[in-house]
């Protein structure tokens, strides 16, 4: 008794102290409710923005705090918002003290623990919203006491276990309600005894659901936004209840275990059942496993609608033409069916298409040059089909496509020049078809791919565009398996946001460029199987983010280390290179020269020879002279070749030149010591070279 007396001493005290130190006057019950939010205040463990340093001011009022709101009537705080705050900690009970309160926003914050079922006592709440944060456990049941509530956001969380009936049942004026991205397990707990009249905005989308859609649901008839997407529920599509839904607009039922009625052979009847919905904007059936053709009845649809989702199903069959009058659809996904037969021309009717997703069917014929028409057309995907024939030349007129996908059909022809005038493209991928001719200048020069080029797997030939360097924003090449010949132009160096480049299985040639290894963001090269040859530059060697390297089968020479982008690479990189050698595991070693080794080998070498050529040579000189003086001795002619030779290295001379040449030697001139001059000025000039004179005068005086 004594310390209920103090308790209460103490609470007396604190108004008091309020009051003094606000310097304003406050009801009773708001300072109860400030010391509340003081207390809530307490478990907020991070505050990063700052947003509640106001909380501690004694000279504001409460109801001038940051996210507080207060009725002026009745001295209440009826809202509390401190959504995106980045504020952490827990979410305190003490909050149920607000007992006027009508508006409780938590949002996008860091909260963590459980969500405190004493929330459910704040009777008068219409808006609860605890959504983008890190809650876990189970949703409290009393939550479902909140008769009045009319918005209810717990999604984004960590929260698990079944959905608390009360939440259904008891929620009568509720009108949203988002529970979505959780771990949420179970069935909808929705039985015929309750009533959501009101409900306009169901989301359960990325839980562990199971079961059917409980009928109970037709009761809400003014249901707009219904989103099971990404759960397991099974059992037929939900005709019977969405039949009762006129103001339905956004119906998402992906990636669940639904069947078609009959069986699952017959989409009709759900399709007829959304005529009535006249607003229907967005319809979604996507990762189910619905078998059956696609209705005609699909043309019946609101012509509101802007997407359609039918892809990662089993529908086979044609596409309807009727599907073209839903003039306003911006968005029509097909994709990842069993679709055959040709790609209607009707389409081009759906002049608002932006997205155009029918690729992985088997589809078949030629592309419809009639796509071109479809002026707002920003991404066309007819990848993984059988389509034959040229691409067209109209698609030049697409000003607005983005992203082409035309990869693994069995187009031919050549590229069109033409689509260097979708001057917005980012994507362009033709590879794995029969394409063949060069690779148009106009198209290697468009400056807006941003993600990625493919020509692989076609029959491309000629030389790689220099063209191809304009490209400073793309992030990959891939030319691989194609005839490509030429040299790899250095200007590649230029595509200074390239990560990947593959030029594999070509017949390229000459030296691999050092600017290639000096690209800022590389990341994977391959230009195995060419016939590249020389020194792998010291530059890829050098590169700080190469980490997947491919030269293997061509004539790349020269030392290979184990260091920089070699590192972490195998023998299999290198293979196919009989002149590579290094420190690669599996590699041979190089051989080392020293300098003097290079040096001295040479003088051995010339050491060794010349004896031989001496040894072998002198005899067939001197048999060559011994012949000569035998035939002229035996007074015979010479050969032609002799002759030849003999006058070559005795050519005619005159007798004036003769005695110029002997600076008129006689005998009187002569000596007697010798019998030929001795000075260099008695040379005579031949035909040849220098004739020494003394040899004439020796056979004059003879």
Same mark, same amino acid.
């Given at each position: ?324 009058? !839903?003039?306003?659809?911006?968005? =029509?996904? %097909?994709?990842? @069916?069993? $679709?055959? +037969? &040709? /790609? *209607? #021309? ?51 007129? !697409?000003?607005?496509?983005?992203? =082409?996908? %035309?990869?693994? @059909?069995? $187009?031919? +022809? &050549? /590229? *069109? #020049? ?38 692989s797997r076609n029959h491309l030939h000629g030389p790689l565009p220099l063209e191809l360097s304009k490209m400073d924003m793309v992030l990959a090449i891939d030319l691989s398996s194609n005839n490509l010949s030429g040299t790899v132009p250095p200007q590649l ?134 012949r000569r003086k035998m035939v002229i001795f035996n007074g015979g002619d010479l050969g032609d070749e002799d002759k030849e030779t003999k006058d070559l290295k005795h050519p005619r001379i005159s007798y004036r030149q003769l005695i110029e040449a002997t600076g ?39």
């Amino acid at each position: 008794m004594g310390s209920c007396k103090f308790s209460m001493f103490s609470f007396l005290c604190l108004i008091i102290i309020l009051f003094v130190v606000s310097g304003e006057e406050i009801s009773p019950q708001l300072v109860k409710e400030r010391i509340s939010l003081l207390s809530f205040r307490s478990d907020v463990v991070l505050d990063p923005e700052g947003a509640l340093e106001i909380w501690n001011s004694s000279g504001i009022h409460v109801c001038n705090w940051t996210g507080v709101k207060c009725n002026n009537a009745s001295d209440h705080v009826v809202q509390l918002d401190l959504s995106g705050l980045s504020l952490r900690g827990r979410i305190s009970p003490v909050l149920a003290n607000l007992s006027s309160l009508l508006v409780l926003d938590l949002s996008r914050n860091f909260f963590e623990g459980h969500i405190p079922a004493e929330l459910g006592d704040i009777l008068q709440l219409r808006q609860l919203s605890l959504s983008w944060n890190l809650l876990g456990g189970n949703i409290p049941e009393e939550l479902g006491f909140l008769h009045q509530l009319v918005y209810l956001d717990l999604g984004n969380n960590r929260l698990a276990g079944d959905i608390p009936a009360p939440l259904f049942c008891n929620g009568s004026s509720l009108q949203y309600m988002d529970l979505s991205n959780n771990s949420l397990t179970g069935k909808i707990p929705l039985n015929n005894e309750c009533k959501l009249g009101a409900l306009r905005f169901l989301l359960l989308w990325s839980n562990r659901l199971v079961g059917q859609v409980p009928r109970a649901l037709s009761n809400s008839t003014n249901l707009e936004w219904l989103d099971l997407e990404s759960n397991m529920l099974s059992g037929e599509l939900p005709s019977e209840i969405v039949r009762k839904m006129p103001k339905l607009q956004f119906l998402y039922l992906s990636y669940n275990d639904f069947v078609s009625h009959d069986g699952n052979t017959n989409l009709e009847p759900f399709f007829a059942s959304l005529v009535n919905s006249s607003n229907l904007q967005e319809l979604e059936l996507a990762g189910n496993n619905l078998f059956g053709e696609i209705p005609p009845i699909i043309g019946d649809l609101s012509t509101k609608c802007v997407q359609i989702h039918l892809d990662e199903n089993i529908l086979y069959g044609s596409i309807p033409s009727h599907i073209s009058n !839903l003039v306003n659809l911006t968005l =029509l996904n %097909l994709s990842s @069916n069993l $679709l055959n +037969g &040709t /790609i *209607p #021309p009707e389409l081009c009717r759906m002049g608002k298409l932006e997205r155009v997703y029918l690729s992985n069917n088997s589809l078949s014929g030629e592309i419809p040059a009639a796509l071109a028409n479809i002026s707002h057309l920003g991404l066309l995907d007819l990848s993984k089909n059988k389509l034959t024939g040229s691409i067209p030349d109209s698609f030049a007129y !697409l000003s607005q496509l983005r992203r =082409l996908f %035309l990869y693994e @059909n069995q $187009l031919s +022809g &050549t /590229i *069109p #020049p033409s689509l260097g005038q979708c001057v917005n493209l980012e994507i362009l991928d033709l590879s794995s078809n029969d394409i063949s001719g060069t690779i148009p200048s106009e198209v290697a020069g468009l400056r807006s791919l941003k993600l990625y080029l493919n020509l692989s797997r076609n029959h491309l030939h000629g030389p790689l565009p220099l063209e191809l360097s304009k490209m400073d924003m793309v992030l990959a090449i891939d030319l691989s398996s194609n005839n490509l010949s030429g040299t790899v132009p250095p200007q590649l160096g230029s595509c200074i946001a390239l990560e990947y480049l593959n030029l594999s299985g070509n017949v390229l040639e000459g030296l691999l460029p050092a600017t290639i290894g000096q690209l800022p963001y590389l990341k994977e090269l391959d230009v195995s199987s060419n016939q590249l040859s020389g020194n792998i530059p010291q530059s890829i060697e050098a590169s700080p983010t190469l980490k997947h390297l491919n030269f293997s089968f061509n004539k790349f020479s020269g030392n290979i280390s184990n260091k920089g982008a070699f590192a972490s690479l195998t023998i299999d990189s290198f293979l196919g290179n009989d002149a590579l050698c290094g420190q690669i595991k599996g590699m041979p070693n190089c051989r080392r020269r020293s300098a003097h080794l290079s040096f001295i080998l040479p003088v051995l070498l010339s050491l060794f020879v010349t004896p031989l050529l001496c040894m072998f040579a002198y005899p067939l000189v001197l048999r060559s002279r011994f012949r000569r003086k035998m035939v002229i001795f035996n007074g015979g002619d010479l050969g032609d070749e002799d002759k030849e030779t003999k006058d070559l290295k005795h050519p005619r001379i005159s007798y004036r030149q003769l005695i110029e040449a002997t600076g008129g030697a006689d005998d009187s001139n002569s000596t007697d010591d010798s019998m030929f001059l001795s000075s260099s000025d008695g040379l005579l000039c031949g035909s040849v070279g220098y004739i020494a004179p003394g040899m004439f005068l020796l056979s004059a005086t003879t």
